[in-house]
C-alpha cells in the first residue's frame, strides 16, 4: 500500500527567505508524486507533477521539488518566499485505478 | 473558459435531510472524483467515475450516493445517514488514461457543507 508522510504539520519563514516543504514516500514501485496547493475555502491547484522523466521538476510560482529515490523524498523549495504563498500544501502519491494517497497537508505562513 | 465547477459554495442543512451538491466539468474529461477534506486529515475519496454510467465507491462512501449520466456532470447526494456530513467537499475531475497513475486531477472550489 501507498503512503505519504509530509514531515511537517506547519512551516513558518520570512518573506524573501528560503522556504523548504518536506515529503516522504512510501510505495513498492516508482510512483507519480504531486504538489498541490490549497489557499482557504479554494480548490486544490497543481504546482508540480512528478512522472520520471527528470528527478528535477519545476512548477508554477517559482516552485520546483526533488525527487530523491534512494531517500524516498519528493520535497518542496522555493528560493525566496512572497505573501502570497502563504497557503496549505499537500503532496500526493498516484497510483493504478485513478486513485491518489493524499499527506496530510502542510500549513506554509509567511511573516512579513 | 475551462474548468470545474460547483454549486453552491456554502450550503446548510438540517439534521436528517439529504443535500445534492453539484458538480461540472467542460474539459471534457472521462473521470470524475468527490473528496471529503476535514481539517487536519488530508483528502478522503467518496466516490469516483471512470465513464459515464459508471461509478466505485471509495474509501468513504458510507451516507453518500451519486450519478453519472452525463460525462460533464456528477452530482453527490449526502443522505441522512452519513453521520459527520459537516465538511469542505471537493470535486475533480481528469483525462482518465486507463490505469495510469500519472493522470493529473483538477480540482473545482470546494463546497462547504453545515448541518445545522
Known amino acids: 500500500a501507498q503512503s505519504v508522510t509530509q514531515l511537517d504539520s506547519h512551516v513558518s519563514v520570512s518573506e524573501g527567505t528560503p522556504v523548504l516543504l518536506r515529503c516522504n514516500y512510501s510505495?513498492?514501485?516508482?510512483?507519480?508524486l504531486f504538489w498541490y496547493v490549497q489557499h482557504p475555502n479554494k480548490g486544490l491547484q497543481l504546482l508540480l507533477k512528478y512522472t520520471s522523466a527528470a528527478t528535477l521538476v519545476k512548477g508554477i510560482n517559482g516552485f520546483e521539488a526533488e525527487f530523491k529515490k534512494s531517500e524516498t523524498s519528493f520535497h518542496l523549495t522555493k528560493p525566496s518566499a512572497h505573501m502570497s504563498d502563504a497557503a496549505e500544501y499537500f503532496c500526493?502519491?498516484?497510483?493504478?485505478?485513478?486513485?491518489?494517497?493524499f499527506g496530510k497537508g502542510t500549513l506554509l505562513t509567511v511573516n512579513p | 473558459d475551462g474548468g470545474i465547477t460547483q454549486s453552491p459554495k456554502y450550503l446548510f442543512r438540517k439534521e436528517g435531510q439529504n443535500v445534492t451538491l453539484s458538480c461540472e466539468q467542460n474539459?471534457?474529461?472521462?473521470?470524475m472524483y468527490w473528496y471529503r477534506q476535514d481539517p487536519g486529515q488530508g483528502l478522503r475519496l467518496i466516490y469516483y467515475?471512470?465513464?459515464?454510467?459508471?461509478?466505485q465507491k471509495g474509501d468513504i462512501a458510507e451516507g453518500y450516493s451519486v450519478s453519472r449520466e452525463k460525462k460533464e456532470s456528477f452530482p453527490l447526494t449526502v443522505t441522512s445517514a452519513q453521520k459527520n456530513p459537516t465538511a469542505f467537499y471537493l470535486c475533480?475531475?481528469?483525462?482518465?488514461?486507463?490505469?495510469?497513475?500519472?493522470?493529473?486531477?483538477?480540482f473545482g472550489p470546494g463546497t462547504r457543507l453545515t448541518v445545522l
Open positions: 475533480a475531475s481528469s483525462i482518465g488514461e486507463a490505469g495510469a497513475s500519472t493522470d493529473t486531477q483538477y
Open positions: 510505495s513498492s514501485y516508482s510512483p507519480s
Open positions: 474539459l471534457n474529461h472521462d473521470a
Open positions: 467515475s471512470q465513464i459515464v454510467n459508471d461509478f
Open positions: 500526493v502519491s498516484g497510483g493504478s485505478n485513478y486513485k491518489l494517497t
